[in-house]
């Protein structure tokens, strides 16, 4: 197909994976005006080249569609990035200590020190009251808050619990737990889901991260994105400093990505600002040409690790839960179906936490209801973290149209699943990511990091481990996790590109290289069908295209 006016770029040569179920490959493309006005070969652009059209010759390079985060964190992503002490998940309790000192010597003095990542297998050696005493030394008086992989839990000095008003007295709050010494009863430090709130509030007070550092951070995470060929992405918990961010980036036409805003239903645990209903109605306000603010975030339980998610069958026996703790809902069915019909009748596709099984049994169940109220809908559910699910349930994504989150990118032997098995034993830990089956059921999949639970917004790792299902960093030897649930390369570039796009209810715009289409595309270092499958994670992007101009280029 040729367009009657010139490009302003015309890609040639190439070997161009469109993710088109129409036409496969293609060998060239002509851009105009930031879309895609043909897609082919030679014979297909060659009425498009103008005098003042751009040719570029891919030598044979491999090109695709730009990747679409499904879920990540662009506001504590950026964060952690340009602000925050940063360490690996398999750092133990000195280790940690360590590194928090050497952030004391040289970061302010009296000065918060915020930091990730501690690993949720570390738990038992951190609720310790000797634990804390090392890190209270560390930090010389200090308030220090570390997240945890997760970032559903913090480890705290006791300057910062003092900060937050937390003593030995204060009660756990509904749905978290201040973490006590099972020895002594002593404060340990250890925050679990809700019991985060106040020290977070303090840290917020405080002033630490100014409204310049928020959109510095919300700045540099668009800038990684682009480097990993990330085109567009879905905000996963767009509290108003975030979405405001998002659109200040737009309104200067810096923002070199499609952004979907999730807004809040509830207060979240860490983050502050309008929720619910008063956020609802900032959305115009807060919508760009680039920027989406048309999706909700609800929580349903916390992380397994934590013994937070909720379950059909009860975690392993200990002393504080007994032998038939299974989690607990942080929202009843009820609720959820009047937050849905709501949404619904909002124009608002509602993105939901799950992490656990019975909690997507939840999701479903309210999705059910609320489908059989209001009838087919376009808007398009998702539910995140679609990990662990009961057999019976696979069938009901694509019956109900629910959306399968895949994110984190733990879909191989990690930390996270070392603390999972201590928290439910290695048969049912391992039963984790039922990719294939959720693939087969003809269930939508769409791809994300959740960056920064994991520690860097790079899809190419999910990429090669759904493949694999094994780590990419060769952490693991050779132990895959639940190796019968791999699939193919090419299911998987779907998930990651044009699934991920439909999920975001921007499947028309992009996603694929189509005419018509938002010329977003990447030009890689290898061709993925050529490279062998325990090599994908070595992809380097060379050029990501947005709109038809290149917004990274690889030096």
Known sequence: MSASQPADLILRNGRIYTVDSTRSWASAVAIRNGSFIAVGDDRAVNGCNGPDTRVIDLKGSMAMPGIVDIHVHMLVGGQAELFDLNFTSALDVDQICDAVSGWVRKSKPGAWIVGAQWGSDKLPTLNTSAALAKLDAAAQGRPVLLRDETYHNRWCSSEALRLAGITKSTPNPPQGEIGRDPQTGELTGMLIESAITEVERALDQSGHYTSEMNQAAVAKSVQMLNSFGVTAFQEALSVRPVAEALKALDDRGVLTAWAGCSLPAVQPAFMFGPFGDELFELREKLRGRHV???????????????????????????????????????????????????????????????????????????????????????????????????????????????????????????????????????ERAERFWPNKDLLE???????????????????????????????????FGDEALWPEQAIDLASTLQIYTINSARAMQMGSVTGSIEVGKSADLLVLDRNLFETPVDELADTKVQTTYFEGRPVYERR
């Not at 379950?311 to 849905?340: K, Q």
């Not at 920064?452 to 790792?461: F, H, K, L, R, Y």
């Open 441 to 475: 059921s003809g269930a939508l999949m769409a791809g994300g990091t959740d960056w920064p639970a994991v520690p860097n917004p790079d899809p190419w790792t999910g990429i090669e481990g759904m493949v694999t299902r094994r780590n990419p960093t060769g952490e």
């Open 292 to 426: 989406k603010p048309d999706f909700v975030k609800f929580l349903l339980d916390g992380v397994p690790g934590f013994k937070t998610a909720a379950f059909h069958e009860p975690y392993t026996a200990d002393p504080i839960r007994g032998c038939c703790f299974r989690g607990d809902m942080m929202m009843s069915v009820p609720d959820l179906i009047r937050w849905l019909g709501k949404c619904e009748k909002l124009g608002m596709s509602v993105k939901i936490h799950c992490t656990g099984d019975a909690a997507v049994t939840q999701a479903l169940d309210a999705i059910e209801v609320v489908r059989g109220f209001n009838g087919p809908t376009k808007l398009t559910h998702q539910i995140a973290h679609a990990s662990y699910i009961t057999p019976a349930d696979i069938k009901r994504f694509a019956e109900l149209g629910a959306i399968a989150d895949l994110s984190p990118i733990i879909w191989y032997p990690t930390f996270f699943l070392e603390g999972h098995r201590a928290a439910m034993g290695k």
